[in-house]
């Protein structure tokens, strides 16, 4: 701090009477803190501390040279609410200065949230996943587009395989946007899920580890897949072929699969029969948005007539809402109402609009990876721990049924 000026502090009543305020953050000099009462002092000797500048006029008194009061300079409060301001300094420890402060931080939402937040956590931790006795095979699908279909593939996926679980992931979008989210290689040279649907390739030929994951394998998507519809349709048991191969793959494997995730496009063709045809059990994403339900009884009307026809053991199993935002309204009214159609299938986990579950693909990562405790992260855990409870807890009905 600079040395005390040698020249006397100017008599009250001249100069700037906001200067004279701030003087107050100045040591007193030796000379004049005789003259300065005890109570004073104390007071003063708190200026090393960073302080707020006194309001003159707010309650706050203002030394003079002579060290006594000079209430007829003080200036008025600027403003009427200055005058009941409560920032006063309080006699106290040397160097201490005490500020109104609210009795706790504690019961803000942002507080509670978080408490919530590290609760979910914690039980996550330590909680075991059960793992299924036969493999579970999904098709995450919906003819709307932007519902974070992919993104709820990639997320489940990597959260169960982070819990032990062997995960695969068959990208059957010709964009390749999940291929790009696990960090797997997709270019165009390579070969993919489309050799395995048009020229009988084994998936194991085909098939690459996560680069992010460990129990976690993708088979890729390249642009070739783009034309796979058309190529499609000449084929014998066209509609049967992903079935074949994934099922002689699960055959030969030494270790099964846990949960295999198919991805699907958003629209109703040959790549998408194939998925359906394949799986055993139907996701659903639902964005807690406007026309979230639009298309969704087209959707609902060709699972059952591929049940009918071509997979008797289609399910759908489960409804995930997501892109939900607690602030609107409308999100809640989508939730409820989705809820009120489906009660057995919406899971009770809600996943949130996040900035990290957005940027997360741009970096060849899941949200799992890119930042694990993030509130996308988190909820996409709950939810992959919900579908392996719900799996046990249907397993066992069934097999009280039977």
Not at 79 to 89: E, G, I
Not at 361 to 379: M, N, R, W
Request: hydrophobic share 40%; charged share 20%.
């Amino acid at each position: 701090m600079p040395s005390a000026p040698s020249a006397p502090l100017p008599p009250a009543g001249e100069g700037d009477p906001q200067l004279r305020s701030s003087e107050v953050d100045e040591p007193p000099l030796a000379a004049d803190r005789e003259r300065i009462p005890a109570d004073r002092e104390t007071a003063l000797g708190a200026a090393s501390a960073p302080a707020e500048p006194y309001a003159v006029g707010a309650g706050v008194e203002t030394p003079t040279e002579s060290g006594v009061d000079d209430a007829e300079h003080a200036e008025p409060a600027s403003h009427p609410a200055a005058a009941t301001t409560s920032h006063a300094v309080v006699a106290g420890p040397a160097g201490s200065v005490s500020r109104e402060t609210p009795e706790s931080y504690g019961g803000t939402p942002l507080a509670d949230q978080l408490a919530d937040e590290t609760r979910r956590r914690i039980a996550l931790d330590q909680a075991v996943l059960p793992l299924p006795r036969t493999t579970r095979i999904f098709t995450i699908s919906n003819q709307k587009g932007g519902v974070g279909k992919t993104t709820s593939a990639v997320n489940l996926a990597a959260a169960l395989a982070r819990a032990g679980a062997h995960v695969l992931v068959v990208d059957l979008d010709p964009q390749g946007n999940a291929s790009t989210a696990l960090g797997v290689d997709h270019r165009s040279d390579l070969q993919s899920v489309y050799e395995v649907l048009v020229s009988d390739l084994a998936i194991a030929e085909v098939v690459q580890p996560s680069t992010e994951h460990e129990n976690l394998d993708c088979v890729p998507a390249t642009i070739h897949l783009a034309g796979a519809e058309i190529e499609l349709v000449s084929l014998v048991a066209r509609e049967q072929r992903l079935r074949r191969a994934l099922d002689a793959h699960l055959a030969t494997m030494e270790r099964p699969y846990d949960y295999v995730f198919i991805d699907c496009p958003p629209s109703l063709g040959l790549l998408t029969i194939n998925a359906f045809v394949a799986a055993r059990e139907v996701l659903i994403p639902i964005q807690c948005e406007y026309y979230a339900l639009e298309g969704l009884s087209q959707l609902l009307s060709n699972i059952e007539l591929i049940e009918r026809h071509l997979n008797p053991e289609l399910r759908l199993t489960t409804i995930l809402l997501t892109m939900y935002d607690s602030r609107t309204n409308l999100a809640q009214q989508v939730a409820q109402e989705v809820r009120d159609h489906f009660p057995t299938q919406t899971l009770d986990t809600i996943i949130p609009r996040s900035v990290r579950v957005s940027e997360a693909p741009s970096y060849g990562q899941s949200v799992i990876s890119y930042d694990f405790a993030s509130t996308g992260s988190l909820s996409y855990r709950e939810a992959a721990a919900e579908i392996a409870w719900r799996g046990v807890q249907n397993a066992s009905e069934q097999k009280e049924s039977v």
